[in-house]
């Protein structure tokens, strides 16, 4: 059974279909989804969603391009959002300066990434990290604020397999989705092949990034077995050993889920 570690199944683009779609989840292999906030309506909606079914857990967080959301309210909400039994991580937060090219509107990013951060070590929670084109910043403010000591995931991890190892000797997972099977991924496939097992989590983010055949198509937690076959092959080993180590690690970070299955 696969944990996915990464969803947005709050996202509009499931408004058709969302129940039809997520009632066959478990009949289909996927044993747990995290579903991961983006901006605080995103957080709302992922709350309700771990109300609703089962096997569905949250994350709630502020991402770096909705930081307009912020402010002391909306922290007090994370915190008391972040005790809820079903609620095992802050996230999704980070650095995006691929899409905020503005160095004033990145500072704030950076100041909100570590209050969001502190919130995490305050609570006890590990933090799903966002990180686009911001590959130093991100390093030098986690080792700034010892992040080796909050538990987390790089989510989407885009950046070299050299980093990647840096991040894992920091205790950090490596989120790896649909952009391993593209053949243009030539970084993300080193990396894939280069860093522990013990530290890969199988994310979709869904509904973006498409594994192939599907790529540029609605991406849900379904099309997971496309990426386990992609660090399979990679490494050389068994789809099997891919989808029971990555559930054993994402439990292992995900202590939360534990506790209430
Ligand atoms: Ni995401």
Known sequence: MIFESHAHYDDKQFDNDREELLSSMQANG???IVNVGSDFAACKRTIELTHKYDFIY???????????DLNEEVCQWLREAGSLPKVVAIG?????YYWEKDPQVQKKQRDWFLRQMELARELTLPVIIHSRDAAEDTLKLMKEIHAQQ??????????????????????????????????????????????????ILLETDCPYLSPEPFRGKRNSSLNLPYVAQEIAALKGISEDEVILATRENALRLFSKVNVNR
């Open 150 to 199: 909050i538990p987390g995931v790089v989510h989407c991890f885009s950046y070299s397999p050299e980093l990647a190892e840096e991040y894992v000797k920091m205790g950090y997972y490596i989120g790896i989705g649909g952009v391993v099977t593209f053949k243009n991924s030539k970084k993300l496939k080193e990396t894939a092949e280069r860093i522990p097992l013990n530290h």
């Open 30 to 32: 996927i044993e747990y």
């Open 58 to 68: 949250g994350a709630v967080g502020i991402h770096p391009s909705d930081i307009a």
């Open 92 to 96: 999704e937060i980070g650095l995006d």
